[in-house]
C-alpha cells in the first residue's frame, strides 16, 4: 500500500464500502417513500431536501477543504480544526436559535402552515451535520477510513431505523394511543414530516458518536489569527460553493414556480426526483472517491511526478465512471421495479441524469488546479457560468417540458463546467491527461448504450443476458488498455 495510487484505492475502498452500505440503506428509503407517500408528499421533501442542501454550504463556509489545506502546511493541524470547529459551532446554533424562532412565519410563507416542527427540524439537521461534517475532516485528514466509514454507517442506519419505525410502527401505535405525546411531534398519518424527523434523529446520533472526542482538552480552542488565514481561502470556496449547489438544486425550487397551473408541481417534482434517485449508483462512485482523492491531491502536490499521477487517477476515474453509466442503464429494467407505480415515469430522466454526474465527477478531477494553486476565486465564476446555464435553461423549457427540462438543464450545465475548467486548468496547472483515451471510453460507453436501444423487443432474461455481454465486453477493452499500467 505504499504506492500512491494504491493507497488512494485502499482508502477509496474503505469510504466506498461505508458509502455503499450507507446508500444502500438509503436507497431502502425510495421504495418505502414511494409507497407510503403520494407524489406530492414526496415533492415535499424533495424541496425541502434541496433547500438543506443549499444551506450546508453556507453554514459550512467552505472550512471542509479549507482544513485539508492549511492542515497538510501548518505544522499544528490540531489547531486548524479546533479553530475551525469553534467557529462552525457559534454559526450552527444562532442559525438553529433562528429557526426556532422564526418558525411560524417561515413554515406560513411556504404554505406548509401547521408545520412549524418541520422548520426547526430543518435547522437541527443542519447545525447538527455541519458540526460533525469538521469532525468527519478530522478523520479523513489522519487517515482514519475505518472510523469515518463505522460512524457514517451508522448514522444511515439510525436514519433507516428511525423511517421504519415511524412509517410502518407509529401509525398503528397512534391508533389505539390516541393521546401519545409523540402526537406534538409528528401527525398521526404518515407524511412528509415523518422524512424530516427520522433524519434530525440520526443526526443527533451521529453527534453522540463523537461524544469522547469533544470532551479532550483543546477541541474548541480557537486561533484568530489561523482562522483568518483560513477564512481568506476558504470563503471563495464557499461562495463558489453556493452557485454549485444552487445549480444541483435550484431547479428543485423553481418546480413550485415554472410548472403551469393545470399541473401539481409538487408531484411532478415527486416523480423528478425518484428518477433521479436511481442514478444513486453514479453519484455514490463520485462521493466515496471525493472523501479518498480530495486529501490525496493535497498530499502529493509537491512531488515531481504529481501530475502525471493526477492525469493516471483520471484515466481509470473515467473508465470505471463509464463502467457505472452502463451498469444502471442496461439494468434499468430491473432497477425501475424499486419505485411505486405512480413514480415510474421518472426512469425517463434517468440516461441523462447518469451521463450528467459523470461529466461532473470529471470535473472534480480537473478542478483540482484551483485548489492546489490557490486561485479559488477563480472556481466562484466556473460553477456561476453553469449555475447560468441551468436557469436559463430552466426558466425557458421547464414550463413547457417538466422535468425533462430539469434533466436536460443538469446535462448542459455540467458539460459548461468541465469545458471552463479544462480550459483554465491547462492554462494555470498544466496536468498531461490523455484526452484521446478518456474520450474513447466515453465514446464507447454511448456506443454499446445506444446499441442496446437498436435490438428488438426481446423477453427479459434474454435481454439482461446481451446486456451483461456487453459490460463484459467494455471491462476487457478497459483492461487490455489500462491493464499494464495497474500491474506495475
Known amino acids: 500500500m505504499n504506492h500512491p495510487i494504491k493507497r488512494l484505492a485502499g482508502e477509496t475502498a474503505i469510504y466506498g464500502l461505508s458509502t455503499v452500505l450507507a446508500r444502500a440503506l438509503n436507497f431502502l428509503f425510495v421504495p418505502l417513500y414511494t409507497r407510503m407517500l403520494s407524489t406530492a408528499n414526496y415533492g415535499t421533501v424533495t424541496e425541502f431536501m434541496a433547500y438543506i442542501a443549499i444551506l450546508q454550504v453556507v ?18 493541524p490540531k489547531q486548524v480544526f479546533s479553530s475551525a470547529l469553534s467557529a462552525v459551532l457559534v454559526a450552527s446554533l444562532l442559525f438553529w436559535g433562528v429557526c426556532i424562532l422564526f418558525a411560524h412565519p ?13 422548520i426547526i427540524w430543518l435547522g437541527g439537521i443542519l447545525a447538527i451535520d455541519n458540526f460533525t461534517s469538521i469532525l ?6 489522519e487517515h482514519k477510513a475505518l472510523k469515518f466509514a463505522v460512524f457514517k454507517t451508522i448514522k444511515i442506519a439510525g436514519e433507516l431505523t428511525f423511517n421504519l419505525l415511524l412509517f410502518l410502527a407509529l401509525p398503528a401505535y397512534l391508533q389505539s394511543h390516541p393521546d401519545s405525546l409523540i402526537l406534538r411531534w409528528v401527525p398521526p398519518v404518515p407524511d412528509f414530516s415523518y422524512v424530516l424527523f427520522a ?19 483543546g477541541v474548541f480552542r480557537f486561533y484568530p489569527a489561523l482562522w483568518k488565514k483560513m477564512m481568506y481561502y476558504a470563503i471563495p470556496l464557499m461562495l463558489a460553493g453556493l452557485p454549485g449547489i444552487l445549480n444541483d438544486f435550484s431547479d428543485r425550487i423553481l418546480f413550485r414556480f415554472l410548472i403551469p397551473a393545470s399541473q401539481v408541481w409538487r408531484s ?3 416523480v423528478f426526483q425518484a428518477g433521479v434517485k436511481l442514478a444513486v449508483l453514479m453519484t455514490l462512485f463520485i462521493q466515496m472517491f471525493r472523501y479518498a482523492a480530495e486529501p490525496f491531491f493535497f498530499a502529493h502536490a509537491k512531488e515531481k511526478q504529481s501530475r502525471e499521477l493526477y492525469a493516471k487517477v483520471f484515466n481509470y476515474f473515467t473508465a470505471f465512471a463509464v463502467l457505472v453509466f452502463l451498469g444502471v442503464l442496461l439494468y434499468a429494467d430491473v432497477i425501475g421495479l424499486i419505485l411505486g407505480r405512480d413514480f415510474r415515469a421518472g426512469i425517463s430522466v434517468l440516461p441523462i441524469m447518469l451521463f450528467a454526474h459523470l461529466l461532473l465527477g470529471m470535473s472534480f478531477n480537473v478542478s483540482i488546479w484551483y485548489k492546489l494553486t490557490e486561485k479559488t476565486s477563480m472556481a466562484l465564476y466556473i460553477t456561476c457560468s453553469g449555475l447560468l446555464v441551468t436557469l436559463v435553461v430552466n426558466l425557458l423549457f421547464m414550463p413547457r417540458f417538466g422535468y425533462m427540462a430539469a434533466a436536460w438543464a443538469h446535462l448542459l450545465s455540467y458539460a459548461v463546467i468541465l469545458g471552463l475548467n479544462i480550459l483554465l486548468g491547462q492554462k494555470h496547472y498544466p496536468v498531461p491527461y490523455r484526452w484521446k483515451r478518456v474520450g474513447l471510453y466515453l465514446g464507447v460507453g454511448l456506443a454499446i448504450w445506444a446499441i442496446s436501444l437498436l435490438l428488438p423487443a426481446l ?5 439482461l443476458i ?4 456487453f459490460i463484459l465486453g467494455y471491462l476487457a477493452f478497459v483492461w487490455r488498455i489500462e491493464g499494464a499500467t495497474l500491474r506495475k
Open 59 to 76: 453554514l459550512s463556509m467552505g472550512l471542509e477543504t479549507g482544513c485539508f489545506r492549511f492542515a497538510n502546511k501548518h505544522d499544528q
Open 106 to 118: 417561515v413554515a406560513s410563507g411556504l404554505g406548509y402552515l401547521g408545520y412549524e416542527k418541520c
Open 136 to 141: 468527519f475532516a478530522r478523520l479523513r485528514f
Open 199 to 217: 433524519i434530525f434523529l440520526s443526526c443527533v446520533l451521529s453527534l453522540l458518536l463523537f461524544i469522547p472526542q469533544l470532551c479532550k482538552k
Open 268 to 270: 411532478e417534482l415527486g
Open 459 to 463: 423477453p427479459l432474461p434474454v435481454k
Open 466 to 469: 446481451i446486456h451483461t455481454l
